[in-house]
């Protein structure tokens, strides 16, 4: 297949587009390197040393013989967008290219503004392109568990049966989002949903729960390959921080109570979970839903998992519960339902001792670029104007709790 993969020098789609194009398949990134501006911006990194995109795909060529274009440019420059569609006429795309931090999203008005835009933007551009160039294309757009809340009924795979006075219809289950971040998810859910409807367009929206790890078979062959592996508040997500806290011997940061639940999986099970979408396209005018997760923990099961893997090594891994700076149930039922991709045959890496052990290994191996100064949360959900200074720049993570009254 020609598969685009947007977005594809980040953490998720830079593991795809290897695996796909290991697959045989014929694969082109788009990026506009906007993810490594906002780690400058924010003064963060990741803590294993990704090289360039020319370095890496360079250095995957001479390793596999195999060839991926590149094509640098906006999601939210239509004239780009169209231009690639019409040229590369894809017969699958790949959507991760949005701007995917939830605290990033609370930090102000202008990075909620931000977000929305890139993501609603860059969506809609590409929805008419497809519609304008290459109409049967299947669109795999990556959307969120986070898009459904925590209600207290078992969430379903994007619809749900429901009887109302004397009448029954399968509806689009109630979102309840969290943040300006998982809000856009939502809006572009409904925004592929229509067109999928109004101009018979084919897709399939992966509902993703949290993604952690950062080698894969391909990404593993050689350092000059190496993945993302996220830490900081912003972009670092719960069990990347909390395996890189361990190894830093500083106590893993649980927010409030942590029976904060969600749905996990393994960068190797996100890549596979996607390839199962496109060799299963959804049909002309279908809005297909996946919830694409493997086993669902709260953070406090998460981070005792860290713990006990952690002190196996000698560390010792204590757990602190902080102010949760997030407007989140704290305690709360949670049974999402994830059968879809296990039937079309996902075979799931679970989350065991020897899988914590290699983070762990891969934090301390690369412990000397990990920098404590990003393990506490600044960014507060309750009052925006605070998480700046007067020179723009978030506060420090005491400064804002504490004038916020957390
Ligand atoms: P990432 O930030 O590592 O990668 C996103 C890539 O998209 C970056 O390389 C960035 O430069 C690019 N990009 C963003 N806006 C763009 C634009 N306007 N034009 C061109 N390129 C643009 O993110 P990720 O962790 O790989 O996530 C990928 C997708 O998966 C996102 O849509 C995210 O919402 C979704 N997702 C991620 C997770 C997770 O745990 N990482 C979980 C669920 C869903
Ligand atoms: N948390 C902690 N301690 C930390 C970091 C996080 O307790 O140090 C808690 C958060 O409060 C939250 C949970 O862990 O309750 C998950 O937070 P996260 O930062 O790991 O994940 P989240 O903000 O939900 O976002 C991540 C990705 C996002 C994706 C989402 C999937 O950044 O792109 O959409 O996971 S989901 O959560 O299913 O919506």
């Given at each position: 297949m020609r598969i685009a993969v947007l977005g594809g020098d980040g953490y998720c789609g830079w593991a795809t587009a290897l695996y796909l194009s290991q697959k045989?398949?014929?694969?082109?990134?788009?990026d506009n390197f906007?993810?490594?501006?906002?780690?400058?911006?924010?003064?963060?990194?990741?803590?294993?040393?990704?090289?360039?995109?020319?370095?890496?795909?360079?250095?995957?060529?001479?390793?596999?013989?195999?060839?991926?274009?590149?094509?640098v440019g906006d999601m939210t420059d239509y004239a780009f967008l169209s231009a690639h569609i019409r040229d590369f006429e894809p017969d699958t795309v790949i959507h991760f290219a949005e701007q995917r931090s939830a605290p990033y999203s609370m930090i102000d008005r202008e990075h909620a503004t931000f977000t929305q835009v890139n993501n609603l933007v860059g969506t809609l551009n590409l929805l008419f392109a497809l519609r304008e160039f290459k109409s049967d294309c299947h669109l795999v757009k990556l959307g969120t568990m986070g898009e459904y809340g925590t209600p207290n009924i078992d969430i379903e795979e994007g619809y749900i049966r429901i009887e109302h006075n004397g009448r029954a219809d399968t509806l689009p289950f109630p979102k309840q989002p969290g943040s300006f971040y998982h809000l856009s998810k939502v809006h572009d859910t409904h925004n592929i949903h229509?067109?999928?409807?109004?101009?018979g367009l084919r897709a399939t929206d992966l509902n993703q729960g949290v993604v952690y790890g950062t080698m894969t078979d391909d990404t593993a062959l050689d350092e000059?390959?190496?993945n993302r592996f996220d830490y900081d508040e912003i972009f670092g997500t719960?069990?990347?921080?909390?395996?890189?806290?361990?190894?830093?011997?500083?106590?893993?940061?649980?927010?409030?109570?942590?029976?904060?639940?969600?749905?996990?999986?393994?960068?190797?099970?996100?890549?596979?979970?996607v390839e199962i979408a496109c060799l299963n396209p959804a049909e002309p005018g279908e809005f297909r839903v996946f919830n694409q997760f493997t086993e669902q923990f709260s953070v406090?099961?998460?981070?005792?998992?860290?713990?006990?893997?952690?002190?196996?090594?000698?560390?010792?891994?204590?757990?602190?519960?902080?102010?949760?700076?997030?407007?989140?149930?704290?305690t709360h039922y949670y049974n999402a339902r994830h059968s879809k991709l296990i039937d079309l045959g996902l075979q799931p890496h679970l989350l065991s001792d020897s899988l914590l052990d290699s983070m762990i290994g891969i934090a301390l191996k690369y412990s000397e670029r990990i920098d404590q100064s990003v393990f506490l949360p600044n960014v507060n959900w309750r009052n925006a104007s605070n998480n700046r200074n007067g020179n723009g720049r978030l506060r420090t993570p005491a400064a804002a709790l504490i004038q916020s009254g957390v």
């Open positions: 045989g398949h014929q694969v082109a990134i788009v906007i993810r490594r501006k906002w780690d400058f911006d924010l003064g963060v990194e990741t803590l294993t040393p990704i090289r360039s995109l020319r370095d890496r795909l360079q250095a995957w060529k001479d390793l596999t013989g195999n060839h991926i274009d590149v094509f229509f067109c999928c409807k109004a101009w000059a390959l190496i719960a069990l990347n921080r909390f395996c890189i806290e361990a190894a830093a011997g500083h106590p893993i940061t649980v927010y409030g109570k942590g029976g904060q639940t969600r749905g996990f999986l393994d960068i190797r099970d996100t890549i596979r979970c406090l099961e998460l981070a005792q998992m860290v713990q006990a893997a952690a002190r196996k090594l000698g560390l010792k891994a204590e757990i602190n519960h902080l102010p949760d700076p997030r407007v989140e149930a704290e």
